[in-house]
């Protein structure tokens, strides 16, 4: 039976364990690599990301594994999913990954990977069984079924084997076909994602005749409504089915993620909006205040830069402290976007004695997430 979810979703049977995990915040995002074996028209990856061999940790570009680790702990996760690009691109990186994240969190993490098939062989798929991966999603070509036997190779371990696609409209002939084949090799679950609008692949679905389905979403129209007509056409096929839509994943498994991040890094100088975002006060050096090219400046400073200006900030917050005996715990240096965050209603105490050390004061509200993303950022 087709059953509404609280997720803004639709099922059948049982949502697989890493959707279970991924609707509650719980599950880290580790991106393997940018590279891939296939080149999806629809794929929303990013330009800083795509054909990019980068790993990131939800928001975190990662340079040491130890970060993945420490990401995974800021998140409060109970699981990771894995993903790309093609994480069987770079399968020695994506075994070494699994294994560091089972060896420091134990057996119980739960670690789900996505895959295109055009790599997958079974001695391959051995080695990730073999390191621990506890459930494989494959993302098959729905307009060539050459490799959908691939598919079946997994089904020799002991794991759970499920197929994740988007819905794509005017593709219910080719979908079907591929459901009917899942249905033979007896998998265990099939994920529906409503087809998404990106900056990167607006272009090609605005070619192919696409549209939102209203001004606010990122979901294609009639994506949905495939989707549910291919849901009753699986009932009885597919044991497990899941149609994933565009909310969900914002409002659900982002909004969770983002909470469950924004109660672990909170200082005693923010105030934690029901969201999970963070308002706080900011102090800036003139240099590196938020305006045009921001993200830039930041990202363009070498490693001896950012270690002189931290020196300067800490020299600036121990003056603020012993000067106007600021508690410790209300003020702190901010390493990552280099600047001073403090306790708002005492920076606005202070304002005019701040502005005389030539430090731009504002009211913050942002992101928990290690980008720090800027909602809004007011100047005083």
């Known amino acids: 039976m087709i059953q509404k979810t609280p997720y803004y979703s639709y099922s059948i049977g049982r949502l697989p364990i890493g959707c279970q995990l991924c609707v509650q915040g719980a599950k880290l995002v580790l991106f393997v690599t940018g590279l891939c074996s296939r080149k999806c028209y629809y794929c929303p990856l990013s330009d800083v990301k795509r054909n ?38 770079k399968l020695d990186r994506t075994i070494s990954l699994i294994k560091l994240l089972k060896r420091e969190f134990g057996k119980e993490f739960h670690i789900h990977l996505y895959t ?138 982002m909004g969770n993620r983002i909470k469950r991040r924004a109660k672990n890094i909170a200082g005693d100088y923010d105030i934690m909006n029901f969201d999970g975002t963070l308002k706080r006060g900011a102090l800036y050096l003139d240099k590196l205040k938020p305006g045009f090219g921001y993200r830039r400046k930041l990202g363009s400073l070498n490693k001896n830069s950012i270690k002189d200006f931290i020196k300067k900030l800490n020299k600036i917050k121990k003056e603020l402290t012993d000067e106007f005996h600021i508690p410790q715990n209300l003020i702190n240096v901010d390493k990552i976007k280099l600047r001073i965050l403090i306790d708002s209603k005492i920076m606005i105490q202070l304002i005019n004695q701040i502005k005389n050390k030539n430090l731009k004061p504002a009211i913050v509200e942002e992101y928990p997430t290690h980008d720090q993303l800027e909602l809004s950022v007011d100047f005083l």
């Open 52 to 89: 990019k061999d980068d790993i990131w940790a939800n928001e975190w570009k990662i340079e040491k594994v130890n970060d993945i680790i420490e990401e995974a702990k800021l998140c409060s996760a109970k699981g990771a999913g894995l993903t790309g690009g093609d994480p069987i691109s």
């Open 116 to 253: 295109p098939t055009k790599l997958i062989t079974e001695e391959k798929l051995k080695k990730l069984y073999k390191a621990g991966l506890d459930e494989i999603r494959f993302h098959p070509d729905i307009e060539d079924n050459k490799d959908w036997s691939r598919i079946e190779l997994a089904k020799k371990f002991n794991w759970s084997v499920g197929v994740e696609i988007p819905v794509i409209p005017g593709k219910a002939k080719e979908t079907k076909k591929l459901i009917d084949y899942l249905s033979r090799i007896n998998i265990d679950f099939l994920n529906l994602n409503e087809l998404e609008i990106s900056d990167t692949n607006a272009n090609k679905l605005l070619e192919k005749g696409f549209r939102t389905k209203d001004n606010i979403s990122y979901g294609i129209k009639g994506s949905e409504q495939l989707a549910l007509k291919l849901l009753k056409y699986a009932e009885k096929k597919i044991p497990n089915i899941h149609y994933c839509t565009a909310t969900l994943k914002d409002k659900v498994q």
